[in-house]
């Protein structure tokens, strides 16, 4: 992490992290206290979306190209990305609020972890400048966003069965109703992976000569497209046990993740960009 | 149940995906390589799903759920009369040479295919230029290329390929020089050929080839460019910006360097060089449903966005819900109390 310290982007990075350590500390705070700190919480949303706003901007007109390449920049994106799709969430739909006490950790997670890998710039590879990969890149955040929604909620759900006794999860809407908005994420999650899918096929045919390969990440996207559908047609169609749904669309986020944050890092495939 | 009830079964559907599902990691994991672990599993669901559209009365209800599951299918069928019609192949084209179909390394050919429509495209190469920053990073690509059929020409590289008739040349990574010969033969006749030399600058510590002649005689050329790629600053790699001698190996003891427009007397011949230019690989890609695939994804995630806005009251959750906030509050004032 010491490595870090000369990136001239860096203090705004440790703010945003410390912003959604505070927002962790007072949602927790919150809860075991019984006191409303949702407007508290809205500002430490709101605060490291800023910051990290402002450490990806400084970053871009150091290195002259957008946050697509490296780990770092991918982490530091989605931590801008994921923190503002929440924050509007949390804004406009109060039930979403609840899920603060899973998703503030989550952005607290990716934080740590970004100060724990090379800060270093890439070069851009000459397939990546095209308007594809910002649609492409686009609608793949808009959806881990809404998936990390419906997650934030399913995992309060499940908590709630394994803690019947707290007063606050008891005082949270009954899980008929907080299921419902589960699957209505899930719902506009496929929307976005489906666009995600087409937009990154179209990228591909100019960048490489073909719109499907089967490489690492198209194969680990497909595959969580699949269990996106899967899923659907479970809950839709066979009316399945509301926690085994709930543990479903977590699996599902966590092939998500493993998809956005592990095989492109890990895949020496053409879709790393470097050719 | 009829037949085709059952076909239009959901749990055919889930087994289906969860098929799918393992096909994609077998194929993945490198545990199978048939493409029948995935080619048979998209046909149960593609035959699954015509029957339920054709049987489910919930298409018939629901207009942007009966678009999607309409284009989905599409999409198989389209990609599955793609793959039967396409083509990939690699070729070698060298500054001032037309496209020879006969070059053309095919990669992979469907039965329907029309390879006549290949055979009838006709440009040739002309100026090639990579742009490299520091460190060797490669940058642009350009590539001009002219149309004769059309007397035009164009410039093609990064993500623009050259698209004709329904098929499309894309510049690679993979490019280099060549050395233009000309063999003369005893009997007078004249052959003019070129020896490409391995991509560069990857391979700049090995730029050597063989070649034998007419009369059987083995050569190793060897370029010997007067520059070597810069690693500090920015570079082109094109013809104007490095010059060249070549070597040329009869055998293990005796090597001789020829300047551009220098002859060598062989057994049965004379070799003359020419000049250095540069050649560039491509990635000949041709399916005639690309657009098709296209529109009718893009049609089926429309149809779905619409499906899900009405039928799973995103109408409704689209705006605040102040009685839940309501509920809430309520309940966290009386614990305080």
């Avoid at chain 1, 090379?118 to 590879?125: C, V």
């Avoid at chain 2, 520059?227 to 094109?238: F, H, V």
Wanted: aromatic residues 14%; charged residues 15%; contains cysteine.
């Amino acid at each position: 992490m010491l490595n870090h310290l000369h990136v001239p982007e860096m203090v705004w990075i440790l703010i945003g992290i410390t912003a959604y350590l505070v927002g962790s500390v007072v949602v927790w705070y919150g809860v075991m206290r019984q006191r409303n700190v949702d407007e508290l919480v809205l500002s430490m949303l709101v605060a490291g979306v800023i910051f990290f706003m402002v450490a990806i901007t400084m970053r871009w007109l150091r290195t002259e190209y957008g946050p697509f390449l490296t780990l770092f920049e991918v982490l530091l994106s989605n931590l801008f990305s994921l923190g503002f799709i929440y924050t509007l969430a949390y804004l406009f739909y109060p039930v979403v609020r609840s899920s603060a006490l899973m998703v503030l950790p989550f952005f607290l997670f990716l934080g740590v972890w970004l100060l724990l890998v090379p800060a270093e710039a890439g070069q851009l590879p000459a397939t990546y400048q095209t308007i594809w990969l910002w649609i492409h890149v686009g609608v793949g955040k808009v959806f881990l966003g809404i998936c990390l929604v419906a997650v934030g909620l399913a995992a309060i759900l499940l908590l709630r069965k394994l803690v019947r006794t707290d007063a606050w999860l008891a005082s949270l809407p009954d899980d008929h109703e907080l299921d419902a908005y589960v699957w209505r994420f899930i719902a506009i999650a496929f929307v976005f992976h489906s666009l995600m899918l087409l937009a990154g096929a179209v990228w591909a045919q100019d960048a490489w000569g073909r719109y499907w390969a089967w490489d690492s990440l198209e194969t680990w996207a497909f595959i969580t497209w699949l269990l996106l559908g899967l899923s659907l047609h479970l809950k839709l169609t066979y009316k399945i046990p509301q926690w085994s749904g709930w543990l479903l669309v977590m699996g599902i986020f966590a092939v998500a993740f493993i998809t956005f944050f592990g095989v492109p890092f890990s895949s020496m495939g053409p879709h790393k960009g470097i050719i | 149940m009829n037949i085709l009830g059952k076909i239009a079964s959901l749990k055919l559907t889930l087994a289906g995906m969860l098929a799918l599902i393992l096909g994609v990691l077998l194929i993945y994991m490198e545990w199978a390589n048939a493409s029948a672990w995935i080619a048979l599993p998209l046909t149960v669901l593609s035959v699954n799903l015509l029957a339920a559209l054709i049987v489910n009365p919930k298409f018939r209800r629901q207009s942007g759920l009966l678009i999607f599951h309409v284009c989905l299918l599409a999409v198989m069928l389209l990609a599955t009369f793609g793959w039967l019609a396409n083509l990939k192949g690699r070729i070698e084209i060298m500054e001032g040479q037309r496209f020879n179909v006969g070059d053309l390394q095919v990669v992979r050919q469907g039965v329907l295919h029309p390879w006549h429509r290949l055979e009838a495209l006709d440009f040739q190469q002309g100026t090639i230029q990579v742009e490299y920053a520091s460190d060797l990073i490669r940058g642009r690509t350009e590539s001009q290329l002219y149309i004769l059929g059309r007397q035009s020409t164009i410039r093609v590289g990064d993500n623009v390929p050259l698209r004709m008739d329904g098929y499309r040349f894309y510049t690679t990574s993979n490019k280099g020089y060549a050395a233009v010969l000309i063999w003369q033969g005893m009997d007078g006749k004249r052959e003019q050929g070129a020896i490409h030399f391995p991509s560069y600058p990857l391979n700049d510590w090995n730029q050597r080839n063989e070649w034998q002649t007419p009369e059987g005689e083995n050569l190793t050329f060897e370029l010997l460019l007067s520059e070597k790629p810069p690693s500090q600053t920015a570079w082109i790699l094109d013809r104007a910006h490095n010059n060249a001698n070549l070597r040329v190996y009869r055998n293990e003891a005796s090597a001789v360097v020829l300047n551009a427009g220098d002859s060598l007397k062989l057994r049965g011949g004379q070799l003359r060089f020419e000049e250095i230019r540069m050649w560039i690989g491509y990635d000949v890609f041709y399916d005639p449903m690309l657009a098709w695939l296209f529109a009718a994804a893009l049609v089926g995630i429309f149809g779905l966005a619409w499906h899900f806005y009405y039928r799973l009251g995103f109408a409704r959750v689209l705006t605040l819900n102040p009685a839940i906030s309501k509920t809430r509050q309520h309940a966290e004032s009386s614990s305080r109390a």
